[in-house]
């Protein structure tokens, strides 16, 4: 089971890098982000259980930055706030 485990974590990985590579997607898309979290998500939990430290941090960090992506990309689509940029001040100081 593990080892079926492990190669769909990797496949989902390879999937995504291979398509935005090919330009079939783009790094951001909700599919490459998906693919990248839940292959990670994957990786991560079966290196916890096997104590390979190295390769949780790895994947542990992968599947961090591939969810805040996608969660940033769902907040923006539904207007959440990192769809509005941040307002400047137009006034002027003076001394």
């Known amino acids: 089971m ?22 079939h997607m783009a790094p951001s898309s909700t599919a490459s982000l998906t693919l990248n979290l839940a292959g990670s998500a994957v990786l991560a939990g079966l290196a916890l259980h096997e104590q390979f430290w190295g390769f949780l941090l790895l994947e542990a960090v992968w599947a961090l930055v ?3 992506g996608l969660g940033a990309l769902l907040l923006s689509r539904s207007g ?10 137009r006034r002027r100081l003076t001394p």
């Open 2 to 23: 593990s080892d079926a485990l492990q190669l769909a974590g990797a496949l989902a990985v390879l999937a995504a890098f291979v398509s935005v590579q090919l330009g």
């Open 66 to 68: 591939s969810a805040w």
């Open 80 to 89: 959440g706030p990192s769809s509005r940029a941040p307002r400047r001040s």
